[in-house]
């Protein structure tokens, strides 16, 4: 079973074990017509309701094959587009070779495979370890705690903090992940009163081999789903719908992360400890820190990344 598979069996054992929900008017919203950025939700979201169980559920795979096919006709409209391109430019190329004709021919013919690796995207229903994958400012499923009973919410990887600007999202591009010697600090209105948890079976890292970027991908050897410690934020703006966002806490790593090259690694919540967790009392900071301090030592494997 992929990775990906394994993400979405493991939200759905979450929302029967702990008896959690789905917050539907949450992902209606982010599938609706307003929300103005469905591109940046990924394949993973859309598969947690490829079996919907619910009419609440199914109303939202009603939304998800809706904005599958509105997707489909925008990719294929500019598809249709680039390979007119690539013809003008391979018809100049013919009578003369000239360095525009050569870029326009170069440009066309990537953004072309682009589009139709989105359209098999779009179109395929099994699970690819690449639908798991989270980007910075690509939409993730959150577990948190509302009146003591757990909800699963759609936010961005890129926490904006209620009360802040929007263009802190650009002047902190960084704000996806929360530094744990930070969280008294930047996340201080998030820190104690709002905590969440997203479940990764293995995650990505950017490392510098002789002067050269690499990503390696970490794997613990347990291959057990990590319960990750969030940070999460509802930002309100004028004129704005509300944004649902979240980072990640980061903390020193152990030594086998260390040695591969990369000087952070987020930070696991012990099962027995997720009710504590999410529901935090900002007047006992410790209690919070105690959990972060009590995670799993699991041994992280790497590789290069596909």
């Known amino acids: 079973m992929c990775y990906s598979a394994q993400i979405i069996d493991s939200y759905k054992q979450y929302v029967r074990h702990w008896g959690a929900e789905m917050s539907i008017v949450e992902f209606a919203e982010l ?3 307003s929300f103005k950025d469905r591109r940046k939700i990924p394949k993973l979201m859309d598969l947690l309701f490829a079996d919907p169980q619910t009419e609440g559920e199914r109303d939202i795979k009603r939304l998800v094959d809706l904005r599958a096919a509105e997707l489909t006709v925008e990719y294929e409209q500019e598809l249709f587009k680039q390979r007119t391109r690539l013809a003008d430019a391979e018809r100049k190329l013919a009578v003369k070779e000239t360095k525009a004709a050569t870029e326009s021919r170069r440009i066309a013919i990537n953004k072309v495979d682009a589009l139709l690796g989105k359209l098999a995207d779009l179109r395929r229903t099994e699970t690819k370890d690449r639908d798991a994958r989270i980007f910075p400012g690509v939409y993730a499923p959150v577990i948190v705690s509302e009146g003591g009973k757990l909800v699963v919410k759609p936010m961005r990887y890129q926490c904006r ?12 591009l960084g704000t996806y992940n929360a530094r744990r010697d930070n969280l008294e600090g930047f996340w201080k209105g998030q820190f104690g009163y709002t905590h969440g948890l997203m479940i990764v079976k293995t995650f990505y890292e950017n490392v510098d081999r002789d002067g050269k970027n690499v990503v390696l991908q970490f794997t613990p050897d347990d291959r057990e789903p990590m319960l990750v410690a969030c940070l999460w934020s509802r930002w309100s703006g004028k004129d704005e719908p509300d944004l649902l966002s979240f980072a990640a806490i980061t903390d020193d790593p152990p030594p086998e992360v260390a ?4 000087d952070r690694c987020i930070v696991q919540i012990k ?11 900002p007047k006992d900071l410790a209690a919070s820190y105690a959990i972060l ?3 799993p030592r699991p041994y992280y494997e790497h590789r290069l990344a596909a």
């Open 259 to 262: 040695a591969a090259g990369h």
């Open 293 to 295: 301090d009590d995670r």
């Open 31 to 33: 599938y609706g017509f």
């Open 271 to 281: 099962p027995e400890n997720v009710a504590a967790w999410l529901n935090p009392d």
């Open 161 to 172: 903090p209620a009360g802040k600007p929007a263009f802190y999202d650009i002047k902190y």
